[in-house]
């Protein structure tokens, strides 16, 4: 299972679950905060629990 993940900067998770542990397997989508856009759009929002580390999240926000 994978610890509750950093959200960084000018970016917000769209799923408002207070969980702080996640099971093997969760995805989690994340989207920019008001005000900023995504620098890419083709990239990945969302992130997924390999046993406890999460995969790398490509949206970065501007």
Do not use: M
């Amino acid at each position: 299972q994978c610890e509750r993940p950093d959200v960084g900067e000018n970016r917000i998770l769209t799923d408002e679950s207070n969980n702080q542990t996640f099971t093997n397997g969760a995805n989690l989508e994340y989207k920019c905060a008001t005000g900023y856009v995504p620098v890419r759009s083709s990239a990945s929002r969302t992130i997924t629990c390999f046993g406890t580390e999460w995969s790398n999240l490509e949206l970065q926000c501007k």
